[in-house]
C-alpha cells in the first residue's frame, strides 16, 4: 500500500536533483496528491510549485527544511551537529524576510571565520571558494582547509580546527533549535521534526533510541508541533516506536521519503511514495488538512 502524501521533497534549490517543473509530472505518475517541497533554508521553489501543482490539480503545502544547531547542550551534543526542522504551512513572505536574515547573518558568519582563518596564518585562496565574491557555505573553507593539508577530512576539520574555542563562535552560523521552531511559528506555521533518529554532521550521523527520547523532550519545552514519523529510509520498528512515542506525547505525526533524485545511478532508490507499513496511519499535514491529534 503506498500513501498519497509526500510532505519531504527537495528540488534543484537546494540539494536535489530535479526542478519543480519536472517534480509535478513524478508525483502524478506516483500517485501523489498531496506534497510540500522543503528545500533547505529556502523557499524560492514554493511559489513556482504552487502554480503548477493547481494547473495539474495537486495539493501543495508550504513547505522547508531549516538546519538548526545544537546550541544549548543538548543531549551532550555541540554545535557541530545539526537537527533539522520542518516548517508546514506558514506565510510565504513573512518566511521570505526571516530565511534573509538568517542568509545576511549566515554570510557574515562565514566571511568573519575566513578572514580570522587567514589573519591566524592558514593559507587559503578566497578565488577557489568564493562564487560571485561570496563564500557560500562553512564546507567550501572546509574543504580548502583540507586541500591545502591542514586537516585529512570535514570531521577532523571540524573537531580540531573549525570547532575550536578559537573558531566556533564564527563557524556556528546556523539558528539554535529554539530559534529554528520560533520562526516557524512566527510565520503561522507548523515545525516538525524531521527523521528524528538522525543529526548531520559532514554526513548523517544516527542517534540511539534513549538519545532521540532526551532530545524530544528539549523539543517539547520549545513547542515542536510534531514528528516526521512515518520517514521511507527508517525500519518498521523504528516507524512503530515513533509512532508510538508520538502518541504518547499527543504530537502530530508527518510522512515524507526525504526525495532528492541522488540514486540513479547506484543500487538505492530514492522514491517519491512512501510504502505504508501501518495502512491506520494517521497522517498531519497541518493547518486544514486531515492530521492528528
Known amino acids: 500500500m503506498k500513501s498519497n502524501i509526500n510532505l519531504h521533497i527537495h528540488t534543484t534549490h537546494s540539494d536535489g536533483g530535479n526542478t519543480p517543473a519536472e517534480i509535478i509530472p513524478m508525483l502524478k505518475a506516483a500517485g501523489i496528491t498531496t506534497f510540500a517541497i522543503t528545500d533547505h533554508d529556502t523557499i524560492d521553489g514554493n511559489i513556482e510549485t504552487a502554480v503548477l501543482a493547481k494547473k495539474h490539480r495537486l495539493t501543495h503545502i508550504n513547505g522547508v527544511e531549516l538546519s538548526c544547531c545544537f546550541s544549548d547542550g543538548e543531549i551532550g551534543q555541540d554545535a557541530s551537529c545539526t537537527v533539522h526542522i520542518l516548517g508546514y504551512g506558514f506565510n510565504l513572505e513573512l518566511m521570505q524576510g526571516e530565511l534573509a536574515k538568517l542568509k545576511a547573518h549566515k554570510q557574515k558568519q562565514i566571511n568573519d571565520l575566513f578572514s580570522l582563518l587567514v589573519s591566524d596564518g ?22 580548502e582547509l583540507i586541500g591545502n593539508g591542514y586537516a585529512t577530512s570535514r570531521d577532523d576539520c571540524y573537531k580540531n580546527i573549525l570547532y575550536t574555542s578559537r573558531y566556533i563562535p564564527f563557524a556556528n552560523c546556523k539558528p539554535s533549535i529554539k530559534k529554528g521552531i520560533e520562526i516557524i511559528h512566527a510565520c503561522g506555521g507548523l515545525a516538525i521534526w524531521a ?18 527520547y532526551k532530545l524530544l523532550q528539549k523539543l517539547r519545552e520549545y513547542a515542536i508541533d510534531g514528528m516526521e514519523v512515518y520517514y521511507q529510509k527508517y525500519t518498521p520498528e523504528q516507524i512503530n516506536w515513533l509512532d508510538n512515542l508520538a502518541e504518547t506525547f499527543k504530537l502530530y505525526k508527518t510522512i515524507g521519503t526525504d526525495y532528492h533524485n541522488f540514486y540513479k545511478d547506484t543500487k538505492e532508490t530514492d522514491v517519491l511514495a512512501f510504502d505504508i507499513v501501518m495502512p491506520d496511519a494517521r497522517i498531519a499535514v497541518g493547518r486544514g488538512w486531515a492530521r492528528t491529534p
Not at 197 to 207: A, E, H, N, Q, S
Open 122 to 143: 592558514y593559507s587559503l585562496n578566497i578565488e577557489n571558494i568564493a562564487h560571485d565574491g561570496k563564500i557560500p557555505a562553512r564546507k567550501f573553507i572546509a574543504n
Open 195 to 212: 527523521h528524528p533518529f538522525d543529526v548531520t554532521r559532514g554526513g548523517k550521523k544516527p542517534l540511539s533510541h534513549d538519545q532521540v
